[in-house]
């Protein structure tokens, strides 16, 4: 788990903004303790710009560059509360690094973390950061990510940072055949919901969870 002095901040930084960051979370109905915990103790600041440190604590997405977002704290939350109450959890896969705040968040709470990244520069920074972090059991991969990452595969649980059209078969059949969870946003703009497909064998049950707002998920790698 992400701790040490030098990773509090201080003013807009500081571990009394992050608790406040947990409370609205609480009002918004995160209960899992340890996704809190883990998201009080992670130095949001560290992967925004600099210029915008003083807002890395509120409730919102803000832009990271490449036309990409560092996600909501609420959206994090929920997804990964999502995939940790539908059975054990221990190897996943994330479709889209980007900043890696995300994938820092799951790194504290699952065994293994596998994560693709189709912008290299984004990809690059965040590797960079995990490093900084001590998040051991991150593994990477320059990507497409609609393909997934077949050699390592299946994995427990899938979790797409970003929204196709139409779920890629590529990720269906890389899930555990034995209850292998999808969370993923579908759709076009402005119309997009976060699905959760569960595995059993050959079948696919889907349960749509709610309404959301993700970049798209696009084909092949800059």
Same mark, same amino acid.
């Given at each position: 788990?992400?701790?040490?002095?030098?990773?509090?901040?201080?003013?807009?930084?500081?571990?009394?903004?992050?608790?406040?960051?947990?409370?609205?979370?609480?009002?918004?109905?995160?209960?899992?303790?340890?996704?809190?915990?883990?998201?009080?103790?992670?130095?949001?600041?560290?992967?925004?710009? =600099?210029? *915008?440190? &003083? /807002?890395?604590?509120?409730?919102?997405? @803000?832009? #990271? +560059?490449? !036309?990409?977002?560092?996600?909501?704290?609420?959206?994090?939350?929920?997804?990964? =509360?999502? *995939?940790? &109450? /539908?059975?054990?959890?221990?190897?996943? @896969?994330? #479709? +889209?690094? !980007?900043?890696?705040?995300?994938?820092?968040?799951?790194?504290?709470?699952?065994?293994?973390?596998?994560?693709?990244?189709?912008?290299?520069?984004?990809?690059?920074?965040?590797?960079?950061?995990?490093?900084?972090?001590?998040?051991?059991?991150?593994?990477?991969?320059?990507?497409?990510?609609?393909?997934?990452?077949?050699?390592?595969?299946?994995?427990?649980?899938?979790?797409?940072?970003?929204?196709?059209?139409?779920?890629?078969?590529?990720?269906?059949?890389?899930?555990?055949?034995?209850?292998g969870k999808l969370l993923i946003p579908v759709g076009a703009d402005g119309s997009q919901a976060l699905?959760?497909?569960?595995?059993?064998?050959?079948?696919?049950?889907?349960?749509?969870?709610?309404?959301v707002s993700f970049v798209p998920m696009l084909a092949g790698a800059d």
């Amino acid at each position: 788990m992400v701790t040490g002095a030098q990773y509090r901040g201080i003013g807009m930084t500081s571990q009394r903004t992050r608790e406040r960051l947990v409370l609205r979370l609480r009002e918004r109905g995160i209960g899992n303790e340890s996704v809190l915990q883990v998201i009080a103790q992670t130095p949001r600041h560290l992967f925004v710009d =600099e210029a *915008l440190a &003083s /807002r890395s604590y509120e409730d919102t997405a @803000l832009p #990271i +560059g490449f !036309g990409q977002t560092i996600s909501q704290p609420y959206i994090v939350a929920r997804m990964t =509360e999502t *995939l940790l &109450s /539908r059975g054990p959890v221990n190897k996943v @896969l994330e #479709i +889209g690094t !980007g900043s890696g705040y995300q994938c820092a968040i799951l790194a504290q709470l699952v065994k293994s973390v596998y994560s693709v990244e189709r912008i290299s520069d984004l990809l690059d920074r965040s590797r960079r950061l995990f490093y900084q972090l001590r998040l051991n059991n991150i593994h990477l991969k320059y990507t497409d990510g609609t393909q997934g990452w077949s050699e390592k595969a299946p994995f427990d649980a899938i979790l797409a940072t970003a929204a196709p059209k139409q779920i890629p078969q590529a990720l269906l059949q890389q899930l555990s055949t034995d209850g292998g969870k999808l969370l993923i946003p579908v759709g076009a703009d402005g119309s997009q919901a976060l699905s959760l497909i569960t595995r059993q064998g050959n079948d696919y049950e889907q349960e749509i969870l709610e309404a959301v707002s993700f970049v798209p998920m696009l084909a092949g790698a800059d």
